[in-house]
């Protein structure tokens, strides 16, 4: 059973940091993607950035670039999600997901297989 734990979340002032984990099971850590979703209410959802298991490579929106950074925990199967500069526009539930490819024809993968019970992200002004 594929399981997400996506811990992190909390009250930030503007301008703060937070670091997002989500700490995975049931399945191949190596041979997957594994990404952020954030959905703010009212807005759409928004694929935040992930991490390319097999080759590495990373994902992130425009919307954070230079700002967040994605990466492998040292602990077995985590990823982290470091988030500097936080912005009034950054406050959502992030979702930990796991899929097969972070892309799809050059945008992110909402298809992903599984997602994670989502926590929350507060910034205040």
């Known amino acids: 059973e594929v399981q997400l734990q996506a811990s992190g979340g909390g009250l930030v002032q503007g301008g703060g940091s937070l670091r997002l984990s989500c700490a995975a099971s049931g399945f191949a850590f190596d041979d997957y993607a594994i990404g952020w979703v954030r959905q703010a209410p009212g807005k759409e959802r928004e694929g935040v950035s992930c991490f390319n298991s097999p080759d590495n490579s990373t994902y992130y929106a425009d919307s954070v670039k230079g700002r967040f950074t994605i990466s492998r925990g040292d602990a077995k199967n985590t990823i982290h999600l470091q988030m500097n500069s936080l912005k009034a526009e950054d406050a959502a539930v992030y979702y930990c997901?796991?899929?097969?490819?972070?892309?799809?024809?050059?945008?992110?993968?909402?298809?992903?297989?599984?997602w994670g019970k989502g926590t929350l992200v507060t910034v205040s002004s």
């Open positions: 997901v796991v899929g097969i490819n972070c892309l799809v024809r050059g945008t992110f993968n909402y298809g992903m297989d599984y």
